[in-house]
């Protein structure tokens, strides 16, 4: 403090303690060299700077708020220099960020060279993996303990799953096989009773009942204290009353699934006591075996809007720029999200076709299936984080006569690729897929960038793909697939419907099955752009601004990467020098590839034009605070387009 003289002095320890410990966590030997009474002011001092923080940078906040005392407790006890602990999913490793010395780069979280928003090994030696799919953890742990098991004292693998990934088929795949294989491991089960949204299926409702054994285990408890304090018999009184709980916990929990796996069961537990968490975790790191230590936690603690967000507040946009204006009152309403005009367009035709289902896995208000469960709730199915499940039960339905439409992003269809090949396309089932965030998505960064779906839809026989450009052809696909007698795959980015000059629906080229749409003429000799899907609004800013200078080239919008319009192409080919193909996807496989492949079929009399590919080069695209900045960098914006025609032409950009 300051005097009036000018001169100071440091605050006395205890106040200086009671103001911040969390600013002299640099490290979790920080963390360990903490009194036990100065945990919870840590927790709660976390916990404020993950509201400020976070809600300044945007991210996933509420999972976050509810690890915040299992994540401090399990850097207490354990030493994950040598010991390894791996996060689900690892939206929720905030925390574990901040006390692995990471606090003061929060500002830069999911902004382009920042923190990623999930572990990342190039960070810090504390993350493991760079993950953000659900329910694999514990395989990983699994291969983990495994791979360790042979040293003399083998590190504690600890595997951190909630409960809306352990009904992820693979999480109980790793259960199975951990249980007879037996590794020492610990799975921390974080049961919060939501994903995204609220988990669903019969094993939340399962946890739900272990959640409400707390009540017996508590009075159980308070007994065992009782009789334990009997003169002489007091300790076979409580041994008889240790192989009746056991019994009784059968009863009131029946089946008990995880010890019938040959897991052991601990808990539930407050995952909300860090003191208690520390004296359970120091126990259960001496069993040996999978040990299953089940967490009750808060989605969403701390925040004033936790208890009634329909999301416990899962994640949080970054403010708006400072000085950024808010357009005036007669301004035109904002282009809607790609994500409201398909959720829009879909209800439309379930109102008109009682033969349309929605299918989500544990994504509703991410795929706009929330409104159309609002709409028909009879008709919306959400399988929960079982993306092969929710595939083959489509497939199922379609079977049955229905239409169904399984709106999943790009990035999460990959977890049910064998199910899109055996059980739809090889059937030729009409099934529709809905493939949001495709392209790139900015924060999120590669383990969410839907850059493959081209390339793996595109092998397999009967496959049609699809991409709308604009808010009039999302509908035109969609009418298009709910007529089509076999499997579509329509794929449309993360965020909002480009805005140009509109052609009404009735004015443009019919919406035919591999048929492109030549929305502007090019010069002969000259080159055109084959775009798909929102790269056409590229092409024709591109076109646009070659224009200006006198440049005429064509644009074209393919609509399908899966047929492509062979005759078109085929006229383009004799008729330019150059045919210059643009999508938000990944070069190889893609919808260039599928040009290049029809171009080497086309029989052309003459020189055929070249054929040059723009897309996602062969790497992962890191996280970027948008979506533009991720196409910059691959040289997909109208700026480095333009670039590469004056190039082809021999003219120089003015």
């Known amino acids: 403090m300051t005097h009036l003289d000018g001169t100071t002095e440091e605050p006395p320890l205890e106040e200086a303690e009671a103001r911040s410990i969390l600013d002299g966590i640099e490290g979790p030997a920080d963390v360990k060299a903490l009194e036990r009474d100065q945990l919870p002011q840590l927790c709660g001092e976390m916990r404020e700077f993950l509201l400020k923080s976070v809600q300044s940078t945007g991210g996933h906040l509420g999972s976050n708020l509810g690890v915040v005392e299992l994540t401090t407790a399990l850097h207490r006890v354990f030493d994950f220099k040598r010991d390894r602990v791996v996060w689900d999913v690892s939206h929720q490793a905030y925390p574990h960020k901040i006390l692995t010395g990471r606090k003061d780069r929060f500002h830069t979280l999911r902004r382009t060279d920042g923190l990623c928003g999930f572990t990342h090994p190039d960070e810090s030696p504390y993350d493991l993996f760079h993950t953000g799919h659900a329910g694999t953890s514990i395989s990983l742990g699994v291969g983990l303990a495994a791979g360790m098991a042979l040293e003399p004292d083998p590190p504690h693998v600890v595997s951190v799953i909630g409960d809306a990934s352990l009904g992820a088929g693979v999480a109980f795949e790793a259960l199975n096989h951990g249980g007879a294989s037996r590794p020492k491991m610990l799975v921390v089960l974080n049961d919060n009773e939501w994903s995204i949204s609220r988990s669903v299926g019969s094993l939340s409702k399962y946890l739900t009942k272990i959640r409400g054994s707390r009540l017996v285990q508590r009075a159980g408890q308070e007994t ?65 075996g999978v040990v299953l230590l089940h967490v009750l936690t808060e989605k969403g603690k701390g925040h004033p809007d936790g208890p009634s967000h329909p999301e416990r507040v899962h994640a949080v946009a970054a403010p708006k720029p400072p000085g950024k204006l808010e357009p005036p009152a007669d301004a035109p309403p904002e282009a809607p999200a790609f994500t409201k005009v398909f959720a829009r367009s879909l209800i439309d035709h379930a109102n008109r076709d009682l033969r349309v289902h929605a299918i989500s896995a544990a994504m509703p208000s991410g795929t706009g299936l929330d409104r159309f469960a609002e709409a028909h709730p009879s008709r919306f199915h959400d399988t929960g984080i079982c993306e092969q499940h929710a595939i083959a039960m489509a497939a199922g339905m379609a079977k049955a006569g229905l239409r169904p439409v399984t709106a999943i992003y790009s990035t999460f269809l ?213 979506r533009e900045e991720q196409l910059a960098s691959a040289g997909l914006d109208a700026a480095s387009v333009t670039r590469v025609v004056t190039q082809l032409l021999g003219k120089v950009t003015a």
């Open 224 to 288: 065992k204290s009782l009789v334990q304090a009997i003169p002489l018999i007091g300790r076979r009184v409580d041994k008889a009353l240790d192989d009746m709980g056991e019994v009784l916990r059968h009863v009131f929990v029946p089946g008990h699934v995880f010890e019938e796996l040959g897991v052991r069961y601990v808990g539930p537990v407050d995952g909300h006591d860090v003191n208690g968490l520390v004296d359970v975790l120091e126990k259960v790191r001496a069993l040996d």
């Open 414 to 626: 990959q977890r049910g690729f064998d199910q899109v090949f055996q059980e739809v396309a090889l059937q030729n089932l009409p099934v529709v897929f809905a493939l949001d965030r495709a392209g790139p998505v900015g924060q999120d960064g590669p383990t969410h960038n839907g850059v493959f779906d081209i390339a793996y839809l595109r092998t397999l026989p009967n496959m049609v793909l699809a991409a709308p450009r604009d808010a009039t052809d999302v509908d035109r696909v969609l009418s298009l697939a709910l007529k089509h007698d076999g499997p579509l795959a329509m794929r449309f980015p993360r965020g909002k419907v480009p805005v140009h000059e509109e052609i009404a629906a009735q004015e443009r080229e019919p919406m035919a099955l591999g048929r492109a749409e030549v929305l502007r003429e090019g010069e002969e000799g000259g080159v055109v752009l084959w775009a798909y899907g929102v790269m056409v609004s590229t092409a024709l800013e591109t076109a646009q601004a070659l224009a200006d200078r006198g440049v005429k080239v064509g644009v074209v919008d393919a609509r399908f990467a899966k047929p492509i319009d062979e005759d078109l192409l085929a006229r383009h080919l004799s008729t330019f020098r150059h045919v210059l193909t643009l999508e938000d996807h990944q070069r190889a496989g893609g919808f260039g590839s599928a040009v290049l492949e029809s171009a080497a079929r086309i029989r052309v009399d003459g020189r055929a034009a070249s054929v040059r590919v723009l897309g996602i080069p062969d790497r992962y695209v890191d996280h970027m605070t948008t």
